[in-house]
């Protein structure tokens, strides 16, 4: 790779991305840059979510959103109902 796709993968990959130290009693003071970017004010609920890859750090409010996005159209009952219909014709057939 020559070294001028790496400087822009460096720059596409880091842009956007802030250090922070974890200070007495696990506090961390998040970058005014990133709040104001988020429009985190003072007493916005974060969550934190463990993933395989680290952690994901949004406020309760866009993690909601981005949930109620994911299973719009979605009729979970519904699917549970056809699976457990599907699992009892299954066991009636054995």
Known sequence: MNSSRVVEWYSQAM???????????G???????L??????D???????V????GVLIESRDALLETIQSD????DLVAELISERRAESLREDAE
Do not use: C, F, H
């Not at 506090?27 to 840059?33: C, D, F, I, T, Y």
């Not at 003072?42 to 934190?48: H, Y």
């Open 42 to 48: 003072e007493g916005t609920v974060l969550v934190i």
């Open 15 to 25: 842009s956007g991305n802030y250090s922070m130290v974890v200070g007495n009693k």
């Open 27 to 33: 506090r961390v003071v998040l970058p005014a840059g």
């Open 35 to 40: 709040r104001q970017e988020r429009g985190w």
């Open 50 to 53: 463990r993933t395989d890859r």
């Open 71 to 74: 299973l719009s159209g979605t």
